[in-house]
């Protein structure tokens, strides 16, 4: 399980992109497109390999005007399904 304080980022290879074809942001991998909506976008957008998943967490609670409590776990298990996938690698700190 991804913890608060793990760094996540996106592994060689896998990228976030445009797609002007199906008028949608995906997630790019090796032979994988997912198609990210909202939430999905402004989590990735935030992986830089530097910041934890708390302070990932702590921002998007501030921009949506959620609270983090309620955020936290559900940035957890999406990270951690990609993670599954190998569409995220995490670092643990």
Request: charged share 30%; no cysteine; hydrophobic share 45%.
């Given at each position: ?8 980022f996106?592994?060689?290879g ?15 991998g ?8 909202q939430?999905?976008?402004a989590?990735?957008?935030r ?33 951690t399904?990609?993670?599954?996938k ?8």
């Amino acid at each position: 399980m991804i913890a608060a304080q793990d760094v996540a980022f996106l592994p060689r290879g896998v990228r976030t992109h445009k797609d002007k074809v199906r008028s949608a942001d995906v997630l790019l991998g090796p032979e994988r497109v997912l198609v990210l909506d909202q939430i999905g976008l402004a989590i990735l957008s935030r992986l830089d390999g530097v910041v934890s998943v708390a302070e990932i967490s702590e921002d998007l609670a501030k921009t949506f005007a959620a609270p983090r409590d309620v955020i936290e776990p559900d940035v957890i298990e999406y990270l951690t399904d990609l993670r599954d996938k190998g569409l995220v690698h995490v670092r643990q700190d």
